[in-house]
């Protein structure tokens, strides 16, 4: 049995584009509909990408204020929820890179200046004893997107190139990776059970 939920059936896009048309006229309670409707995938993919429900939550935010900026200028070349995972997914991706790139100036930081205070440890996320998260918090970011998508949101490998605007050879690629890497966890994990 998979240890990744099963994928949901996409909703009928007859009905999303018209609750779309309707926000973009200025409908706030059709905006409110797709915030409520989409919020907790915008989260979980949020959550899965940054490995913090904290930041999660920030970033949901930020990407729903983003939608409500932008949903004005969206032509419809690709459904309303490819494009809003794209934001969502880009956006955990960016955060996640300069919370990675923090981390090592700390670090670097920390190394160059031993006289000063130890530095406090990392805060770990409250949730990180989940085995899922802790599996795919040890993948890279680019590998943990494509995963997330795939798997936990079930898109396609097309809905997923067009999402992070990459080719369907390089989301196929990355899958492949992170089963391998993912396997490996936990194939350890499994062996540190058994001692």
Do not use: C
């Not at 949903?71 to 309303?80: A, E, H, I, V, Y």
């Not at 670097?108 to 996320?125: F, K, L, N, T, V």
């Amino acid at each position: 049995m998979s240890q990744f939920p099963e994928p949901r059936e996409a909703p009928d896009a007859a009905a999303e584009e018209a609750l779309v048309r309707r926000a973009q006229a200025g409908d706030r309670d059709a905006f409110r509909s797709l915030y409520q409707k989409y919020q907790d995938r915008v989260f979980a993919t949020a959550y899965r990408i940054a490995g913090d429900r904290e930041t999660a939550a920030d970033l949901t935010q930020e990407v729903f204020v983003k939608i409500f900026e932008e949903l004005p200028g969206f032509r419809f070349g690709s459904r309303f929820s490819t494009w809003l995972y794209r934001v969502a997914a880009n956006h955990a991706i960016n955060k996640a890179s300069e919370t990675a790139r923090h981390a090592r100036l700390n670090e670097r930081i920390a190394r160059e200046r031993p006289a000063a205070a130890p530095a406090d440890p990392p805060s770990r996320d409250r949730f990180a004893g989940e085995r899922l998260q802790a599996a795919l918090a040890a993948l890279s970011v680019k590998l943990r997107a494509v995963t997330v998508l795939r798997y936990l949101e079930g898109l396609s490998y097309e809905e997923i190139a067009e999402t992070l605007e990459l080719s369907i050879g390089t989301v196929k690629s990355r899958l492949f990776l992170a089963h391998a890497t993912l396997r490996e966890l936990m194939d350890d994990d499994v062996k540190e059970g058994d001692r």
